[in-house]
């Protein structure tokens, strides 16, 4: 069905706007993505509202059943058991007391999980899974609010996991590639670059995860907070509550699994499912995409891959060698371990039909017609050429947050964005709106409450899923505000991105900082936050502060060490990734 087909074209953003709306009004994530997608079957089944309740139940069915979806409900519960095994067989406790010491802060265990989401590079969801096991427990003993943890889960991995230098994200973004060629009806022969070749030149282009992933660093180390997140933190710090009162956490272990053992804490079974995990994760999408012929190349292997069957093949894996290490080391017998992985299924319950749901509405939104709405809307407007940079971010933007899907939006704006940039203006801005394009697909991503990325980062870290949704999207909005400005910079005449990539992380920090002294002034609340250890020992007037004293919340202000050893390794390692990627751009190894 068409949106031309509706009384009012308009109609077509209902499904996806209702959900949206009422899951941040209501909280209510389940409810409100179920009315969101009765509303589409409502407008499909001609306004027959128990039509409209079958036609829901078959395209829920319809999505469940979906090769892709199979896989990826069924390996989410693999990682879930996987994830239990670890907690309770002691391998976080063998972790805090490795690693603990070194850790000490709020500041130290967000850095920490900004970095282990650096080197899972490979694909976004195991590094959610995995950064996010790995930090859980240090992050709630140092005081970092939920939110936070999962504010940096999700800015750090979708985008490493789209700069690579592999991963099956960039397999599937080269992939859309050549279907834009195809749409375009020239070759690569023909304009004298490959997909894979315009995929390295658009990635200086994605400014919009740049920031993001640069915000994550900026903000933990700088600790500078603002909008709801300034105050989720001063929660966390100054009363002790990582969560709030009333939170729904969509994943709470401690609950779901039992108190960890301490019978035999080992490292041993904290890494060895997690690498075997990422080895036989790397291996099977390798190798399903027939790296081990002849002739295949990495970059080809991971666009060719099963993503959802290769990492089906390393969560099984993943719980079996917890389930190994678990009954080999004596911290639980078999049925102890039988138990164990029920119960790690159980965590991913509320994931599952969020998931579920979360795909029905984006089925719902195909069958209204809402991705066709907005790509006519934006692509109809008339605007010169030398815009048309901005126009694609924006379109993407709306999509992925009406969608909740990045990967459908580059399906969806590719084929139109490759041939509208090469008759408009030529091959020159095709990188440019490539660059754009996976952009402000990652930012629906990032803010849209149906995404199945905030989905999993919301599990992973124990936060209340709609917590997370609205302290990530003032970050994510001043990213995003940032690279328009440079947008607009390009449209009138500023094309090289060597000088709009500094110039829009100059610009981003300057935003953080003004936007913090403004809203911690606001509520009279520290710019910098202070440590939990800070408030505990009285250097922090929290009464003064509370009674709304400004003097008091000025010597409440954090001091941190910026050449203490976590900030420096964090910075020495990301600017050795920069360098890697910006060789992967140069040299296309």
């Given at each position: 069905m068409s949106y031309e087909s509706l009384p009012v074209a308009a109609l077509a953003l209902a499904p996806p706007l209702l959900a949206i709306s009422l899951a941040m009004y209501t909280r209510q994530v389940l409810v409100s993505l179920f009315a969101g997608v009765w509303i589409g079957a409502l407008m499909i089944a001609d306004w027959n509202p128990i039509a409209a309740t079958a036609l829901s139940m078959d395209w829920i069915v319809e999505v469940v059943r979906s090769p892709f979806d199979t896989k990826f409900?069924?390996?989410?519960?693999?990682?879930?058991?996987?994830?239990?095994?670890?907690?309770?067989?002691?391998?976080?406790?063998?972790?805090?007391?490795?690693?603990?010491?070194?850790?000490?802060?709020?500041?130290?265990?967000?850095?920490?999980?900004?970095?282990?989401?650096?080197f899972i590079f490979f694909d976004s969801y195991t590094s959610t899974i995995v950064t996010g096991n790995a930090t859980r427990e240090l992050s709630e003993e140092n005081n970092t609010s939920r939110e936070m943890h999962a504010y940096v889960l999700d800015s750090t991995t979708s985008p490493v996991t789209t700069f690579?230098?592999?991963?099956?994200?960039?397999?599937?973004?080269?992939?859309?590639?050549?279907?834009?060629?195809?749409?375009?009806?020239?070759?690569?022969?023909?304009?004298?670059?490959?997909?894979?070749?315009?995929?390295?030149?658009?990635?200086?282009?994605?400014?919009?995860?740049?920031?993001?992933?640069?915000?994550?660093?900026?903000?933990?180390?700088?600790?500078?907070?603002?909008?709801?997140?300034?105050?989720?933190?001063?929660?966390?710090?100054?009363?002790k509550k990582t969560h709030r009162d009333d939170a729904t956490p969509l994943s709470d272990i401690t609950t779901d699994v039992g108190e960890p053992s301490e019978k035999n804490p080992t490292l041993i079974n904290f890494f060895a499912p997690i690498l075997t995990l990422l080895i036989v994760g790397i291996v099977s999408m390798w190798w399903l995409g027939g790296g081990h012929q002849p002739g295949v190349d990495v970059a080809t292997a991971f666009q060719e891959t099963d993503v959802a069957l290769g990492l089906l093949y390393g969560s099984f894996a993943f719980m079996a060698v917890g389930m190994?290490?678990?009954?080999g080391f004596g911290t639980m017998d078999l049925e102890e371990?039988?138990?164990?992985?029920?119960?790690?299924?159980?965590?991913?319950?509320?994931?599952?039909?969020?998931?579920?749901?979360?795909?029905?509405?984006?089925?719902?939104?195909?069958?209204?017609?809402?991705?066709?709405?907005?790509?006519?809307?934006?692509?109809?407007?008339?605007?010169?050429?030398?815009?048309?940079?901005?126009?694609?971010?924006?379109?993407?933007?709306?999509?992925?947050?009406?969608?909740?899907?990045?990967?459908?939006?580059?399906?969806?704006?590719?084929?139109?964005?490759?041939?509208?940039?090469?008759?408009?203006?030529?091959?020159?801005?095709?990188?440019?709106?490539?660059?754009?394009?996976?952009?402000?697909?990652?930012?629906?991503?990032?803010?849209?409450?149906?995404?199945?990325?905030?989905?999993?980062?919301?599990?992973?870290?124990?936060?209340?899923?709609?917590?997370?949704?609205?302290?990530?999207?003032?970050?994510?909005?001043?990213?995003?505000?940032?690279?328009?400005?440079?947008?607009l910079l390009y449209a009138v005449g500023l094309t090289s991105v060597m000088v709009l990539l500094p110039l829009s992380v100059v610009l981003t920090a300057i935003v953080i900082i003004a936007l913090n002294k403004f809203d911690a002034r606001r509520k009279n609340l520290p710019e910098i936050m202070p440590t939990a250890e800070a408030i505990d020992n009285g250097k922090v007037n929290v009464e003064g502060i509370e009674n709304g004293e400004r003097s008091a919340a000025t010597r409440g202000n954090g001091t941190y060490d910026y050449l203490a050893s976590i900030p420096l390794t964090a910075v020495g390692i990301v600017a050795a990734y920069l360098c890697l990627v910006f060789a992967f751009v140069t040299f296309g190894f």
């Open positions: 409900l069924i390996l989410i519960m693999f990682m879930g058991a996987g994830a239990a095994f670890i907690y309770k067989s002691g391998g976080i406790i063998a972790l805090q007391n490795w690693i603990g010491h070194r850790v000490n802060t709020a500041r130290d265990s967000q850095i920490l999980t900004w970095l282990i989401g650096i690579g230098p592999v991963s099956n994200w960039i397999g599937y973004q080269v992939s859309m590639i050549i279907v834009g060629f195809e749409a375009a009806q020239f070759t690569a022969e023909e304009v004298g670059i490959t997909a894979f070749g315009l995929f390295l030149q658009s990635i200086p282009w994605n400014i919009y995860c740049f920031l993001a992933f640069f915000m994550v660093g900026f903000i933990s180390i700088t600790q500078r907070f603002y909008g709801p997140m300034l105050d989720a933190e001063w929660r966390s710090r100054a009363e190994l290490g678990a009954v371990a039988s138990d164990t992985v029920i119960n790690g299924f159980k965590t991913m319950m509320i994931a599952a039909a969020i998931i579920v749901l979360a795909w029905s509405i984006g089925h719902a939104a195909e069958q209204v017609g809402t991705a066709e709405y907005i790509v006519d809307m934006m692509v109809n407007s008339g605007v010169p050429g030398s815009f048309l940079p901005l126009i694609i971010f924006v379109a993407a933007m709306f999509i992925a947050f009406t969608t909740g899907t990045s990967w459908g939006t580059m399906a969806i704006l590719t084929p139109l964005a490759i041939p509208l940039g090469y008759e408009l203006v030529g091959l020159s801005i095709l990188p440019v709106l490539m660059g754009v394009l996976f952009g402000g697909a990652i930012w629906g991503d990032h803010v849209s409450p149906i995404s199945d990325t905030t989905v999993m980062s919301s599990i992973f870290a124990g936060s209340d899923h709609i917590d997370h949704v609205n302290t990530q999207v003032p970050f994510a909005m001043t990213a995003a505000g940032v690279t328009v400005i440079a947008l």
